[in-house]
């Protein structure tokens, strides 16, 4: 080992001396309950938040019915009550059919019978059945079911070269959905595949099973923003003539940040066979093609072409395809928000279906015979609430079908004869019916009993609306109480966050008040100027500017919350996951004299350090974008740090990587900060660890209690600078 600077060493000493006599000072000036590993315990009310904790599940019966339609859409059935219901439609009559069978835990939908997290099926079944083709080593094999004879359809992908055949980059599996790198044609004489060549991407190398006695190291090709992305490309194998077609992605152009085919996913044939549809992007992620190719010559053709130039465009716009496998209904965005178009695969517009100054929500069925089509929109009394509307295939006669003071959730029956309606609101429990297309009630299946709610005194959530930090854009916000709320008192806010590009934090569905409030606080959640479901030029505030807008709403709700005389504005503590960890830690280092205490878990801290799909697609590239780089990037205002600052991360986490929590800590350090820090060992994400809002809780409720706690971080600080 190099010998150590004696100086350097002594000052390791006198550090280590300091914040060991520091935490024994805190020990003995703090009130022994802000340390106890019981703390919780102490707080008024406790009793009562353990009592929800435990029975949240049944404090309120909601009415909302999963159902399963039946006899191609003459019947449908459905659990309540613990009991399994049949509703017969022709004869109106609902029938008692035995005890429900037990529900197995519900699997974590992303992961449920799906690769891993990134990674893309290694096998893939011939529609026939008589043949398999395996991702092994590099390459693509063809398997005869019945011989078991394996061909080598590519031979030259390796780890030496980088490029690889039937498999995908891991930001493809994770940020543009392709959990297979291999298609089949409807006839089972094509297979559409990947080609990766990930030569020139940059290794990300994460340190796996350190509880072990011996780790072991993942090493992951991994593009961070503004990083080499890798060249992509596909090809067909044929078996009939043994021959492999490289298709012309990109329509002779090299691969380069500005080509339209920079990114190639979302792979399908059409259902004659006759040609491969893919969706292409450049870099910057404003413009999606969606494109056919021939897959003798390899010719490609662009069918559709949507660009937004003052943010991004949807990379993976919904399509719905008519029977004739030739026909498609397309959502774009294309007028600033979601509408319906009806193309060919010409390319040819044949209708406009929609054109609303609100935003479409998806497409539920199309009931070729009637020539209508049945979709939800954001038509209701407030952006949050969806509704059920009917259109003709040629932009007629537009409708809509449910009452615009609910949200609803519907279920169409296969025959569009009637559909299953869940109506709600935030602070109205939901109600599941069964109407006729029509609009007519046919019956309630059920309704919600809140008797155990009531009986509890709990309070239902307050919608409420503020104005973003522009002073200009009306937000909005939910607001939870305790049972024993009492407007003449002051009360320590909680903001529960995620606020990344297209999410909501205000919604129109009935829940219960959080436990958390039973310990004396209120909690919130808030829109910023990133929710989803008001078109794209409301999203455009914050292209190029992640952790600054988003952020500054999310004070600016926070102010508006503490004008209430019931709302204590020197007590506000914030928490999240994820992006919920960004925004809490860029909240508290923006906003210092709004926040008090934020706990981050798995937190970016700097988009240098994510993903080029995701992080590009709304900040562009760090060398054209620096600003707003600079401003995103928490490291830059580890100084602002006045509260108490909580920071999990996983040493597992392949995703958010442990340098985002690693640099972060660092910097805090040299700025001679105060803050904790919990690791997740061999973990992914932990933000389901229940001390994440625990921190927010005691340190909301211990801020400001004394001048000692004040007078410890004066004095860590004076000792840590002082080095």
Known sequence: MKKINQNRMNGFI???????????????????????????????????????????REVAKLGSLRVTWKDEGQALEFVRDGQQWRYDLRTRKLTKTGEAKEQPPMAFARRAGMPERGRQFAIAESPDKKYKVVYRDWNLYLVDQSTKEEIAVTTDGSDKTRVKYGSACWVYGEELGQTTAMWWSPNSQQIAFYRFDE??????????????????????PYPKSGQPNPAVDLLIYDLRNKKVTTL?????????????GHYIYGIN????????????????????????????????????????????????????????????????????????????????????????????????????????????????????????????LAGKNDRRLTDPAFNHMIDMSPDCKYYVDIAQTHDIPPVTRLYSVSGKLITELAKSDLSQFEAL????????????????????????????????????????????????????????PSPITELGFLVASLDSRS????????????????????????????????????????????FGTSYGGYASIMSILRHPEVFAAASASSPVTGWEHYDSIYTERYMWLPEENKQGYKNGNALNFVNNLKGRLLIYYGTA??????????????????????????VGPDSLLVGGNRSSWHYAVKRCSSQHLGRSDVHCHTLRHSFATGL
């Open 269 to 392: 044939w059409t259902k004659d066979g006759r040609e491969l549809l893919f969706f292409r992007a450049n870099r910057r992620q404003n413009i999606t093609e969606l494109a056919a190719a021939d897959p003798a010559t390899g010719k490609t053709r662009v069918v559709v072409r949507e660009e937004w130039p003052t943010g991004w465009a949807e990379n993976s716009p919904s399509i719905t395809w008519l029977k004739d496998g030739r026909r498609f209904i397309l959502i774009s965005e294309k007028t600033g928000y979601k509408n319906l178009y009806l193309y060919d695969l010409s390319g040819k517009l044949l209708a406009t279906l929609t054109n609303h100054p609100f935003e479409v929500g998806s497409v539920l069925a199309v009931d070729e015979k009637a020539g209508v089509v049945y979709y939800t929109a954001r038509s209701g009394d407030n952006p949050m609430k969806l509704q059920l509307h009917r259109v003709s």
């Open 457 to 512: 005194g709990l309070k239902k959530a307050e919608l409420f609306t503020f104005k973003a930090a522009d002073g200009q854009t009306d937000l909005y916000g939910l607001l939870q109480f305790p049972s024993n709320f009492d407007p003449g008192k002051k009360y320590p806010l909680l903001v529960s966050v995620y606020a990344g590009p297209a999410t909501n934090g205000a919604r129109e569905t009935f829940s219960v």
């Open 248 to 260: 012309d992605v990109r329509q002779g152009q090299p691969f380069s940040n500005e080509v339209i």
């Open 531 to 574: 929710a989803a479901g008001r078109g794209k030029e409301f999203l455009d505030a914050i292209y190029e500017k992640l952790g600054t807008v988003e952020i500054d709403d999310q004070a600016a709700g926070v102010r508006a919350l503490s004008q209430r005389p019931y709302v204590d504005g020197g007590r506000v503590g914030i």
């Open 14 to 56: 006198f550090l280590a001396i300091v914040v060991a006599f520091i935490f024994v000072l805190e020990l003995i000036i703090l009130p022994i309950g802000l340390f106890s590993q019981d703390s919780l315990k102490t707080y008024p009310n406790y009793d009562r938040y353990e009592k929800l904790m435990k029975e949240i």
């Open 199 to 220: 030569k020139e991407v940059p290794d990300y190398y994460l340190q796996l099973d350190q509880t072990k006695l011996y780790s072991k190291m993942d090493i992951e």
């Open 653 to 678: 986490d392949n995703n958010v990587h442990p340098n985002n929590a690693m640099q972060l800590i660092q910097a805090l350090q040299k700025a001679g900060k105060s803050f904790e820090v919990q």
